[in-house]
């Protein structure tokens, strides 16, 4: 899979981290920065991994912050994102197969590496469930069209 990755500067060592395991486990990951732990506005880099996502040049992105809350907000803001801020591999499995959440964000202060590596493993290998979750996806994709 193509996935877009980048953080803010509390996320920036787990999404070195990350971006390395996602390598291991065979991924194509595009780093999106930052290119280190100076202060940096987390907006900036959640709206560069949506616009991947977006624009089809990455299947999925993985944004970092210190809670992943501002980075989940700031992606939702692109059209055609449904970015969850995901702290079990539960929520990760519900949020892709009820949601079919295309990006996922996680803290990289509150949650332990290990745990957001087995998050984003659920995340990327649950397919959407369809059925009665399809109709409800379109209308919170509509919501963008008002």
């Given at each position: 899979?193509?996935?877009?990755?980048?953080?803010?500067?509390?996320?920036?060592?787990?999404?070195?981290?990350?971006?390395?395991?996602?390598?291991?486990?065979?991924?194509?990951?595009?780093?999106?920065?930052?290119?280190?732990?100076?202060?940096?506005?987390?907006?900036?880099?959640?709206?560069?991994?949506?616009?991947?996502?977006?624009?089809?040049?990455?299947?999925?992105?993985?944004?970092?912050?210190?809670?992943?809350?501002?980075?989940?907000?700031?992606?939702?803001?692109v059209?055609?994102?449904?970015?969850?801020?995901?702290?079990?591999?539960?929520?990760?499995?519900?949020s892709?197969?009820?949601?079919?959440?295309?990006?996922?964000?996680?803290?990289?202060?509150?949650?332990?590496?290990?745990?957001?590596?087995?998050?984003?493993?659920?995340?990327?290998?649950?397919?959407?469930?369809?059925?009665?979750?399809a109709?409800?996806?379109?209308?919170?994709?509509?919501?963008?069209?008002?």
């Amino acid at each position: 899979m193509r996935i877009s990755i980048a953080s803010d500067h509390a996320g920036f060592e787990q999404k070195q981290a990350l971006a390395a395991y996602l390598q291991g486990e065979g991924h194509e990951v595009a780093d999106r920065g930052p290119e280190n732990d100076d202060r940096v506005d987390y907006p900036d880099f959640a709206q560069l991994v949506a616009q991947d996502v977006a624009d089809g040049a990455a299947d999925y992105g993985v944004l970092v912050c210190g809670t992943g809350i501002g980075m989940a907000i700031a992606a939702n803001k692109v059209h055609g994102i449904r970015a969850v801020n995901v702290v079990t591999p539960q929520f990760a499995e519900l949020s892709r197969e009820h949601n079919n959440a295309n990006v996922v964000t996680v803290s990289g202060r509150f949650v332990p590496l290990e745990e957001n590596e087995a998050i984003i493993d659920t995340f990327l290998s649950t397919p959407f469930g369809g059925g009665r979750h399809a109709g409800r996806v379109e209308k919170i994709m509509a919501l963008e069209e008002n």
